[in-house]
């Protein structure tokens, strides 16, 4: 489906709309979406295509992944969880996830962001210099 620009705006500014303190708020969102559906204005599936793609790409943005060799103690966890907070910003969804073919160190991704500090990425760049 081809989307207009004034939907892309329209979605753009329903999205702004949504939005308290620099977060989604779901509650809004639903509400929003609940009152295009009954108003249906023109174009309003490709409102609520674009709107929907928005909220997809906020959640994303706003999701984080931290992966290790082995559980993290509650110390090292909640350093994580700081730096991370300060770096992006309150609302972040942080999961935290064993993954042992890194053998040690740490892999976060946020976002479309990947910091890879573990043993695994740095055997992997040392092979590829050689």
Known sequence: MRISRQARRDAKHLFRSCQVNG????ERARRAVQQIIAQRPRGYAAILSHFERLVKL????RAARVESSAPLDERMASAVRANLIRKYGAGLNIAFAQNA????????????DVYDGSIQARLNALAESF
């Open 58 to 61: 906020d959640f994303d943005r």
């Open 101 to 112: 073919s890194l053998l040690g160190g740490l892999r976060i991704k946020v976002g479309s």
């Open 23 to 26: 977060l989604l708020d779901e």
